[in-house]
């Protein structure tokens, strides 16, 4: 066995049906290179019984448990694996005739351990809610700049969607820290750094992302990342994160900026333009302005982080206070964690 795919899925069994058959019938890898592991995290669905009587060629290997969120769930793959290489690809990801076969030749070409990160591109054929068609923008955003080598790819683009690398790191970190519900790939990606893992971004190992998101879940994100990265920060040692929190900052643009001051920790102020800013994004969704949608789109996403940050770190005079006295230039940093990045937001 070379490679063990971890698939955890939660009440997604048509989205699982489509990634099982992608992996059966177009690889160009055999089927006896790999396994996939599909953890059902406490599915209410068709999705177990799928699971236990489904006819297919594929090496499955079925896991089902109570819902214990994405981390435990890549940790008990993870656990039952046999393969030397882990490649995490999500339920929502179709895979390309190429994927595995891609992740595989990166490993061997690098002659050294590495995590190598595939893209998760925009399907051409799917009506995208026009918040995820947002978040699509943004990642593929992060994609270019590595591309084109604006910035080399680091741990903050860790994302367990579509990435491969060897068993025995994830072991000797002790695999993802089920406190997070959110950003814990990034988290672990942070000590997998500190080991000494480099991380490759490979263009060929292309999945399509056949995102279904909320509007409710898409609008607690970018909270939940600015909490959990000064979390990162003070509880779990990774204290650049707080000096990459302020320089970013600077790196806005000046409405991100205005709006930030004008609205952090002022809740009348924060509603009122948050519905102001869905109202511009509904427009230009509805006038097929992408570009000005996605600007207001922006604005929510970064008015909601800087919120996380604040309410995390001690309160709004907390946050400008620490704001000013960090006022150095930016270093290069490369974007923030996630596919919604903060250093791609305009």
Same mark, same amino acid.
Request: net charge neutral; glycine share 6%; hydrophobic share 40%.
């Given at each position: 066995?070379k490679i063990?795919l971890?698939?955890? =899925?939660y009440?997604r069994?048509?989205s ?5 058959s992608?992996l059966?019938l177009?690889?160009d890898?055999s089927l ?5 592991i599909? !953890?059902?995290?406490? @599915?209410?669905?068709?999705?177990n019984?799928f699971?236990q009587t489904v006819?297919?060629?594929?090496q ?6 109570q ?8 940790n008990n793959?993870i656990?039952q694996?046999?393969g030397?290489?882990?490649?995490f ?9 190429r994927l595995?076969?891609?992740h595989?030749a990166?490993?061997q070409?690098?002659g ?11 399907p051409?054929?799917f009506?995208?809610s026009?918040?995820?068609q947002?978040?699509q923008?943004?990642l593929?955003?992060q994609? @270019?700049?590595?591309?084109?080598q604006k910035?080399?790819?680091t741990?903050?683009?860790f994302f =367990?969607?579509?990435t491969?690398l060897?068993r025995?790191?994830?072991l ?9 519900r959110?950003a ?11 080991a000494g893992?480099k991380?490759?971004?490979h263009?060929k190992a292309?999945? +399509?992302h056949?995102?279904?998101? @909320?509007?409710a879940?898409w609008?607690? !994100?970018?909270y939940?990342y600015g909490v959990?990265?000064?979390i990162?920060?003070?509880?779990k040692g990774?204290?650049?994160?707080? =000096?990459? !929190? ?9 409405g991100i900026?205005?709006?930030v001051?004008l ?5 009348f102020?924060?509603q009122?333009?948050?519905k102001?800013?869905?109202k511009a994004a509904q427009?230009g969704?509805?006038q ?7 600007k ?8 909601? +982080?800087y ?8 309160g709004r005079k907390k ?6 006295n960090?006022r =150095? ?13 903060q @250093?791609t937001?305009s």
């Amino acid at each position: 066995m070379k490679i063990s795919l971890v698939v955890p =899925t939660y009440n997604r069994l048509e989205s699982l049906k489509r990634v099982l058959s992608g992996l059966e019938l177009q690889q160009d890898v055999s089927l006896a290179d790999f396994e996939v592991i599909v !953890i059902s995290d406490g @599915s209410t669905d068709e999705t177990n019984a799928f699971l236990q009587t489904v006819n297919t060629t594929l090496q499955l290997v079925p896991v089902l448990q109570q819902n214990g969120g994405a981390a435990a769930a890549r940790n008990n793959g993870i656990r039952q694996a046999q393969g030397e290489l882990i490649l995490f690809l999500d339920d929502d990801v179709f895979p390309t005739p190429r994927l595995i076969a891609e992740h595989l030749a990166t490993h061997q070409a690098q002659g050294r351990e590495v995590a190598v990160l595939g893209p998760m591109l925009t399907p051409a054929d799917f009506d995208m809610s026009p918040w995820v068609q947002w978040e699509q923008a943004m990642l593929e955003k992060q994609y @270019s700049a590595m591309r084109e080598q604006k910035w080399e790819p680091t741990a903050r683009q860790f994302f =367990t969607g579509n990435t491969s690398l060897p068993r025995h790191c994830l072991l000797e970190q002790g695999g993802f820290d089920t406190q997070f519900r959110r950003a814990e790939d990034v988290e672990l990606a942070y000590r997998l750094a500190a080991a000494g893992l480099k991380f490759v971004y490979h263009e060929k190992a292309v999945g +399509y992302h056949y995102a279904h998101r @909320s509007f409710a879940s898409w609008f607690d !994100i970018p909270y939940s990342y600015g909490v959990n990265d000064v979390i990162f920060a003070q509880q779990k040692g990774q204290l650049w994160l707080l =000096t990459a !929190i302020w320089q970013e900052f600077y790196q806005r643009n000046a409405g991100i900026q205005g709006l930030v001051r004008l609205c952090l920790a002022r809740p009348f102020l924060t509603q009122a333009c948050t519905k102001l800013l869905l109202k511009a994004a509904q427009a230009g969704h509805t006038q097929h302005r992408p570009d000005f949608a996605n600007k207001a789109y922006s604005g929510v996403y970064n008015l909601r +982080y800087y919120q996380g940050v604040a309410d995390q770190y001690g309160g709004r005079k907390k946050f400008f206070s620490e704001l000013i006295n960090r006022r =150095t230039p930016p270093n290069n940093i490369a974007p923030a964690e996630n596919p919604l990045a903060q @250093s791609t937001l305009s």
